[in-house]
């Protein structure tokens, strides 16, 4: 049977395994990158964060390992944290999901989503660890988006830029490219614009670079008109979220004042809960409104 022969239940639990393995590859990145003097390659051997242990193959089987050791390293028995099962069961989930709602026969299609919702993930757990984004995976999308549309031109069969460029024709290689380049261009450009407006607003950083970068990128692969969609919706998002951190931090805040007996007026509290429930990453709301820009670009472009 060949490749594009496969089902998309088969084709769905073939991206799923392989999904929870790089899901384990991808802890890695989401550990090491953000740390002086590791590098996703060096040290080759997988370690205990506390311990320093090189881990023995039995103990990077992904999620299992972790269940049948109680959440706990072998050696020292510290703690390990939630988020790596966790990450390789989503990494498993969306390779299973991209792989059932992507024919066979569009497997190079199948393949740079797969990869660009890997980066994505890199860039959502780092950034909500370290409120930055690795530019390994910002930056190295700039690079990597021009030379896959090259190699994928349909990427970008839906682009205005791609169809001004093909004169109303099939997009081709050269056109896909020239809708990547504008795709970064117009991404990193609308963000950074808007946090040069928000800094001369409000007096102080109003958007960080990792966002402007890792917008740039997401536009090299969905296009330009793509990135202003992940944009709005990124941000309608993370308004909602935004909101729901701050009521959070609010009911936080008044329970503390009503255990200890104390009087601090509510619009204190209320002060307060914004001051901290503001602070929030950005980059995992845009992670969200490129992906789903990749999948549903079409419908959403004519939507909005």
């Not at 242990?53 to 028995?77: H, K, T």
């Not at 970064?184 to 109003?206: C, N, P, S, T, Y």
């Amino acid at each position: 049977m060949n490749f594009t022969d496969l089902s998309a239940g088969a084709l769905a639990a073939i991206c799923g395994v392989f999904g929870l393995c790089v899901g384990s590859f991808l802890n890695v990145a989401i550990y090491r990158l953000p740390k002086e003097g590791l590098k996703v390659w060096s040290p080759a051997r997988s370690f205990c964060p506390g311990c320093r242990r090189q881990l023995e193959w039995s103990e990077n089987v992904p999620v299992l390992s972790w269940v049948v050791q109680g959440g706990r390293c072998r050696g020292c028995r510290g703690r390990i944290s939630v988020r790596y099962p966790l990450v390789e069961l989503l990494t498993g989930a969306t390779w299973a999901g991209l792989g059932w709602i992507t024919p066979a026969d569009e497997w190079p299609m199948l393949a740079v989503r797969l990869l660009v919702v890997s980066a994505l993930t890199v860039a959502t757990f780092v950034d909500f660890d370290c409120f930055e984004i690795p530019d390994e995976v910002s930056i190295g999308g700039m690079w990597v988006a021009p030379v896959v549309s090259l190699l994928v031109p349909e990427l970008h069969r839906d682009s205005l830029v791609a169809r001004w460029v093909a004169d109303g024709g099939e997009p081709g290689r050269g056109a896909a490219v020239a809708a990547s380049l504008a795709g970064i261009a117009v991404g990193a450009g609308v963000l950074l614009a808007i946090g040069w407006v928000g800094e001369r607003l409000m007096g102080k950083e109003a958007m960080g670079l990792g966002d402007v970068k890792l917008l740039g990128a997401a536009g090299g692969f969905i296009g330009p008109g793509g990135a202003l969609v992940a944009l709005v919706l990124a941000s309608m998002v993370g308004a909602v979220a935004g909101i729901g951190n701050i009521a959070r931090f609010y009911c936080l805040l008044r329970s503390r004042v009503h255990a200890r007996r104390r009087s601090t007026p509510r619009g204190k509290s209320l002060a307060i809960a914004k001051a901290c429930g503001q602070m929030l990453p950005f980059g995992p709301y845009l992670a969200l409104g490129t992906l789903v820009v990749l999948l549903y670009g079409k419908s959403l472009g004519s939507w909005f």
